[in-house]
DNA sequence: TTTACAAAAGCAATCGATTGCTTAAAAATC
DNA sequence: GATTTTTAAGCAATCGATTGCTTTTGTAAA
């Protein structure tokens, strides 16, 4: 049972004296071919339990109805949400999705790329890496003849098709009601800068600061705060200065402000009255903790969404001319009891 | 740039002045290839951005090495660790995954397979969809010689190989600790029973009970409660009756665990002392809800590497005989504050 | 120098489906 | 009834890589 070959339309063929091109065309559903004969083929390929190879019929058109995705890990939360919506739309144009993840290295996602372009995929969905060197892979892409569209972290060099969320807006809004909310020194917790989205954070900070008047003050800017534990370590240190401050948008993520609540706990520290903490990415559990963290939703799914709809509506019918080529998913601030000072 | 035909053998042959066969041996390392010509192919085939087109190749030699993975949901927690997991071993290995979602629809699920079967893959990795309804499509995978792996939603009445987690022993434990506890009426929210797991739980609790001599009684268990609103509402019916439970053991999910925190604490129930609650799955947020709640680890990371293992090592190989087919993966009770009523 | 043998390269079929083109058969028109 | 048109089916090349077999070339042994 396990070496038989499989049935080809050739065996389908030969079953009822018909030539190869006739079954072709009435399983494609093709004209040409008479309503009895054609009946008389789909039955047939029913009885001897036909599948068409796709193998062979994508070398043959030329075509490959597969999409490749690579992001930094499959597993995190805001990627496995993307995934999932890429994925809602390609199954209803039945086309495949290859997965891939970078796990954040700049040569595992070299080797996806490379992968991507053997299997000749009709187009590459991608979220760059957090050691990101440069874009040769990217370029190669368009090289083999293969389309591209960068999400949320993206190549800004690149002129490809893009979906992002409006990180700098998102950043803006949130310190802005951190400073609506009468907190005076706020600290920022900021991620790997050569990740697009990081720095349009900070930028997104630094102009809200700015717009109100706020001073810049350096020691309250800490690096690579994109972990729990991360994110504790630097609330640690923005606590033992001589002037701490009073709120923390830890930009980088929920886990993140997970650890300031974790050390404002520790050490006693009133949220929200002393110390306010806002997060990134509305991650599940900044809804339970207590108090409830605010955040910024980014819509994960729907950014997946417009991935995929993306190149099934524009790219693949080649409307490239006049196009917007960046689509903004617009985030959203959820506010929750951790800014609320004024209640 | 675009439409450019890609570079193939036949490209390389005719610019060296070679036959095809020669450059496709020296390509894949073969010898029967001079080592002078094999630099001379590979130096050409750099040059002119060669690379191969894995459908031809595929096609030829029969065999594709990509895997399929069914999963209910991309993005659950559960289903993404173990996806990441499945990509850690098959990425070494050279393989790609084709993954899909059944949306826990047993129709989608019977289209997912039908995809994977066109595609020719060379194993399907699945876990079982909520409406469940009949295994033909299981069946119909082997029968085009496309090998099976189930995982976590298993159905039990094929003889596949499986990796599985101890749902009975790990319910029985958790229910025994209760007991040990100190908890006398202990409720059971269950799942869809047509899924093994959900059925091994309840298996479990109901072990339990009658080791430690306590009674079944009926209207302590409650049927579909596996999100946080039905788990919610359950908790609401639970503690309406006469003789309510003195601790709720949320089978299905941590999620239905956290509804139950939420009635206990609006109705201001105290938890763990008057209400005890055990969730299911060690998802993130149950280290951090006040309290935190008592949960399984199901190791979703593990159970993904192992399946993979399982092919590599043991099916490819065609070690089929006198071999255990079903791989346990042992889940571990992680007791938290919300079942601590002896502190 | 001739023969024997190994190494290197070429030839051609193959994997399975698709498709432009040709031929045969059936239906429609005059 | 003859001719044109439509419809149905067959033929054969093609997609790109692989591989068993044959031929050619090069080298070693006689």
């Known amino acids: 049972m396990e070496n038989q070959k499989r049935t080809t339309i050739y065996d389908i063929a030969k079953k009822l004296n018909l030539n190869a091109s006739s079954v072709s065309r009435a399983l494609s559903g093709n004209s040409n071919v008479s309503e009895t004969t054609k009946?008389?083929?789909?039955?047939?390929?029913?009885?001897?339990?036909?599948?068409?190879?796709s193998m062979?019929?994508?070398l043959?058109?030329?075509?490959?109805?597969?999409?490749?995705?690579?992001?930094?890990?499959?597993?995190q939360n805001f990627f496995s949400n993307v995934i999932a919506g890429i994925e809602e739309v390609t199954y209803q144009k039945g086309y495949n999705l290859i997965i891939c993840q970078s796990n954040e290295s700049y040569e595992r996602e070299?080797?996806?790329?490379?992968?991507?372009?053997?299997?000749?995929?009709?187009?590459?969905?991608?979220?760059?890496?957090a050691d990101f060197e440069?874009?040769?892979?990217?370029?190669?892409?368009?090289?083999?003849?293969?389309k591209l569209i960068q999400f949320d972290r993206v190549d800004d060099t690149m002129d490809t098709y893009k979906v992002l969320t409006g990180n700098e807006e998102a950043a803006f809004e949130?310190?802005?009601?951190?400073?609506?909310?009468?907190?005076?020194?706020?600290?920022?917790?900021?991620?790997p800068q050569n990740l697009n989205i990081f720095r349009l954070r900070k930028a997104g900070y630094l102009e809200a600061l700015k717009k109100h008047g706020f001073p810049i003050i350096d020691e309250l800017i800490r690096e690579n705060a994109?972990?729990?534990?991360?994110?504790?370590?630097?609330?640690?240190d923005l606590l033992a200065l001589p002037e701490p401050p009073d709120a923390i948008f830890a930009s980088t993520s929920d886990f993140a402000a997970l650890g300031v609540l974790d050390v404002a706990q520790r050490e006693g520290i009133k949220v929200p009255q002393q110390l306010g903490i806002c997060g990134f990415s509305n991650e599940a559990f900044t809804e339970i903790t207590q108090p409830s963290i605010t955040t910024i939703d980014q819509f994960s799914k729907e950014i997946g969404k417009n991935v995929a709809n993306l190149y099934f509506q524009k790219m693949k019918k080649g409307v490239n001319i006049d196009e917007q080529k960046v689509v903004n998913i617009k985030p959203q601030l959820i506010i929750r009891s951790s800014t609320l000072k004024n209640g």
Chains 1, 2 share one sequence.
């Open 39 to 53: 009946q008389l083929i789909l039955k047939t390929a029913k009885e001897l339990n036909y599948r068409q190879n």
């Open 56 to 58: 062979a019929s994508n």
């Open 60 to 75: 043959r058109k030329g075509e490959n109805q597969t999409i490749g995705v690579v992001v930094p890990r499959i597993n």
């Open 110 to 129: 070299v080797k996806c790329v490379d992968t991507l372009i053997n299997q000749h995929v009709s187009c590459i969905f991608l979220s760059i890496s």
């Open 134 to 146: 440069n874009n040769d892979h990217l370029k190669s892409i368009a090289d083999h003849g293969i």
């Open 174 to 191: 949130a310190v802005s009601h951190l400073i609506e909310q009468g907190y005076k020194r706020i600290a920022l917790l900021e991620g």
């Open 226 to 236: 994109w972990t729990r534990e991360l994110g504790a370590k630097a609330t640690e």
